[in-house]
T-cell receptor, first 116, second 111 residues
Framework: GAVVSQHPSRVICKSGTSVKIECRSL??????MFWYRQFPKQSLMLMAT?????????EQGVEKDKFLINHASLTLSTLTVTSAHPEDSSFYIC????????????FGEGSRLTVL | SQELEQSPQSLIVQEGKNLTINCTSS?????LYWYKQKYGEGLIFLMM?????EEKSHEKITAKLDEKKQQSSLHITASQPSHAGIYLC???????????FGKGTKLTVNP
């Protein structure tokens, strides 16, 4: 079945630095990828929708300059948390969709970001 | 590792009919989430269940978590075309940072 790989699975960084998280579709072309954030014991919160070759669409309340999303190819989308602060510490997860799979979503395993 | 099995995989119902989607876990659930996805869009959070026997409702959708916390059901009453989409259950296994999802149930509601 379709596989989505997310990297890194865990990252610890210092406050003020930037961190990049990658989301790759390994065996299908993902025209659309979604980025979510999850706080402890809470549901996933959709941050943005990323379409290959175009600018990401951000959900209300998500700072686009803070969370930079790039979908440069049909198999790769990246989320960069810029000038990270401790409140950015969270679990980030991506999902990918291919229209030929009838809209089915495939999820990465998530990335745990800890900002010190 | 924890696995979530959803059934049925797909469901076609006539508008106005009731339906139930099930989500069964291989391990005890510490948090069970229900989401809906419309084609080409991201997940929409529906409900979260944490306690054994808990039941929550939102409009015509009701979700329950069994006492043993290993099975959840999502029930839609008097379905409408707007209910169509893919319903996903997701779980927090407790102590694990990895979220686990079922494979989804594709619901079609015919007018």
């Amino acid at each position: 079945g379709a596989v989505v790989s997310q990297h890194p699975s865990r990252v610890i960084c210092k406050s003020g630095t930037s961190v990049k998280i990658e989301c790759r579709s390994l065996d299908f072309q993902a025209t659309t990828m979604f980025w979510y954030r999850q706080f402890p014991k809470q549901s996933l919160m959709l941050m943005a929708t990323s379409n290959e070759g175009s600018k990401a669409t951000y959900e209300q309340g998500v700072e686009k300059d803070k969370f930079l999303i790039n979908h440069a190819s049909l198999t790769l989308s990246t989320l960069t948390v810029t000038s990270a602060h401790p409140e950015d510490s969270s679990f980030y997860i991506c999902s990918a969709s291919d229209g030929s799979l009838h809209g089915e979503l495939f999820f990465g395993e998530g990335s745990r970001l800890t900002v010190l | 590792s924890q696995e979530l099995e959803q059934s049925p995989q797909s469901l076609i119902v006539q508008e106005g009919k009731n339906l139930t989607i099930n989500c069964t876990s291989s391990k005890t659930l510490y948090g069970l989430y229900w989401y809906k996805q419309k084609y080409g869009e991201g997940l929409i959070f529906l409900m979260m269940l944490q306690k054994g026997g808990e039941e929550k409702s939102h409009e015509k959708i009701t979700a329950k978590l069994d006492e043993k916390k290993q099975q959840s059901s999502l029930h839609i009453t008097a379905s409408q075309p707007s209910h169509a989409g893919i319903y996903l259950c997701g779980a927090d296994g407790g102590g694990s940072e990895k979220l686990v999802f079922g494979k989804g149930t594709k619901l079609t509601v015919n007018p």
